[in-house]
């Protein structure tokens, strides 16, 4: 999408829809005629996303309410502005949209919700299968702010990357799990790599095995397409040793395995890989922006299939840490592809600071909804910065217990830890606690790890105003923040 930024707008008024935001409980100090006279008979108009579009002579105005102006935030205006895109994608070539005066929001800040807000309303992957095609038109906006400052302009420009990075994550997470195959993140990761000079380097089930990731290909095994351990390498700040591990888990789809899900609970597995999907994008927009950081991205991807060769419930696996892990069940698969990615991360790259991203568990759409992602972590202040950078950005955090009472949970009476909580009479009993603590339990040293359950907020459970159906590409924005500051 074309987006210039203006001070005064350009765009021919008889061919361009102009959005005017309306502040709720506010008269608007406006020169325009139309809008005076509807704020005049409408005087209560201004909640958040209450529009009304009005057409009189040759002008085209959407009013588009932004609620109380103490209430602002960057989310409200990201979403104020996906959502007038949304509404006029399909009706016009050309919009103007007036960004409200805010001091809440430094001007770098508006820009980034701007670009943020036009680029991921402006693409809709759920279309993409269909065969009647219904043409977007919009192809040029102009905002227009109040005073010329730089900080519009680059926080439009980084933006635009990020979001560039979020559709990237979307597409690949909406895409159908027959399409969407290890093979075909592999080549996509592939093609990333070549356009942003990333290092790859992918180990193939055979190879995984060797090195001894036993856990990973324990879930491998059971399916017929090939699965790769993927890695990206960024390096930009040869300075120090500092090194970020972004790892993701990578399911294209999620049977359950022989544990098998029940048909209702397998109907949105193909949104499984959609850790490592926000890995790939994140390692995309890192390399774009040439940051001066450290990074290696880390995509553990596989189905997990039933067959002659899948894993029963009751194998023990040895993880590529040296753990034994008993499988109680197998469609416990995120955490054993996570453990060998982690310390695959922390044997072979040397990463000083972990995050994993994982739609991990059922449970965490119970606690949570799809509204806050779990965040599980070993070093609070880590957390702490990691959730308000998350906050700044419009992505809700919210920290889960990680007491050392839960490590009994994961203890197997076979081997050394078990894939399944001990939840006694209750077996899901703090399930996400659990997922978190198997994975915690292959953490090395006590080095800042944090974990993301995203199995709530990785895709929208029903079409919101804005963004619409699938996948959200939750983490990325908030990872690029964590080392943008
Ligand atoms: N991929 C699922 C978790 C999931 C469920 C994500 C629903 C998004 C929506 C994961 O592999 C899984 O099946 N977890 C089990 C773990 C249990 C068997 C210990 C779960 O949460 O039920
Ligand atoms: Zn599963
Ligand atoms: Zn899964």
């Known amino acids: 999408m074309r987006i210039q930024l203006v001070t005064k707008p350009s765009l021919d008024p008889r061919t361009s829809y102009k959005v005017t935001p309306i502040f709720e409980g506010e008269n608007l100090d406006t020169t325009d005629k139309l809008t005076q006279s509807f704020l005049k008979e409408n005087p209560k108009f201004g909640k958040n996303l209450e529009s009304q579009l009005i057409y009189s002579g040759d002008q085209k105005v959407l009013l588009l309410g932004i609620g109380k102006r103490e209430k602002l935030d960057f989310s409200t205006l990201e979403h104020w502005v996906g959502t007038a895109i949304k509404s006029l994608l399909k009706k016009t070539k050309e919009a103007v949209l007036y960004i409200p005066r805010t001091d809440k929001l430094s001007s770098y800040q508006v820009g980034q919700a701007i670009a943020l807000g036009v680029e991921i309303a402006s693409a809709d992957f759920a279309k993409d299968y269909k065969s009647e095609k219904d043409p977007v038109k919009l192809t040029n906006i102009e905002v227009v702010v109040e005073r010329a400052e730089n900080g519009f302009l680059s926080g439009l420009k980084i933006g635009q990357v990020i979001a560039e990075g979020i559709n990237l994550a979307r597409k690949l997470s909406d895409m159908p799990p027959n399409e969407m195959t290890p093979t075909y993140f592999l080549n996509t990761a592939k093609k990333i790599a070549r356009e942003s000079k990333l290092k790859l380097t992918s180990l193939d089930e055979k190879q995984a095995k060797k090195k001894g990731m036993g856990a990973f290909v324990g879930v491998a095994q059971g399916s017929e397409e090939p699965s790769y351990m993927i890695t990206l390498e960024y390096k930009g700040d040869l300075r120090t040793k500092d090194k970020w591990a972004f790892v993701g888990k990578g399911i294209t789809f999620d049977s359950g395995g022989l544990s098998l899900k029940p048909p209702q609970h397998m109907t949105d597995m193909k949104y499984d890989m959609c850790g490592a999907a926000a890995v790939l994008a994140t390692m995309q927009i890192i390399a774009k922006l040439k940051l001066k950081v450290n990074v290696v991205g880390i995509m553990a991807v596989t189905e997990n299939l039933i067959g002659g060769k ?6 023990i696996v040895k993880t590529y840490s040296g753990k034994t892990a008993e499988v109680l069940n197998t ?85 050394d830890i078990r894939n399944m909580g001990k939840g006694g009479s209750i077996p899901s009993a703090a399930s996400s606690i659990v997922g978190a603590k198997f994975i915690e339990s292959v953490v090395e040293n006590n080095r800042p790890w944090i974990h993301l359950d995203i199995a709530g907020t990785a895709w929208d459970l029903k079409s919101k105003p804005y963004g619409g159906v699938g996948a959200t590409g939750i983490g990325v924005r908030t990872l690029v923040g964590l080392l943008l500051v």
């Open 310 to 315: 899948a894993q029963r419930p009751g194998d």
């Open 331 to 415: 469609d416990a698969e995120g955490r054993l592809v996570l453990v060998d990615a982690l310390t695959y991360a922390q044997k072979d790259f040397k990463a000083t600071k972990l995050v994993d991203l994982a739609t991990l568990t059922g449970g965490m759409i119970v606690a949570l909804g799809d509204f806050y992602t779990g965040v599980f972590g070993n070093n609070p202040k880590f957390t702490q910065e990691f959730i308000s950078t998350g906050s700044q950005l419009g992505e809700k955090y919210w920290e889960m217990p990680m007491d050392e009472v839960y490590n009994e949970m994961i203890k197997s009476d076979f081997a």
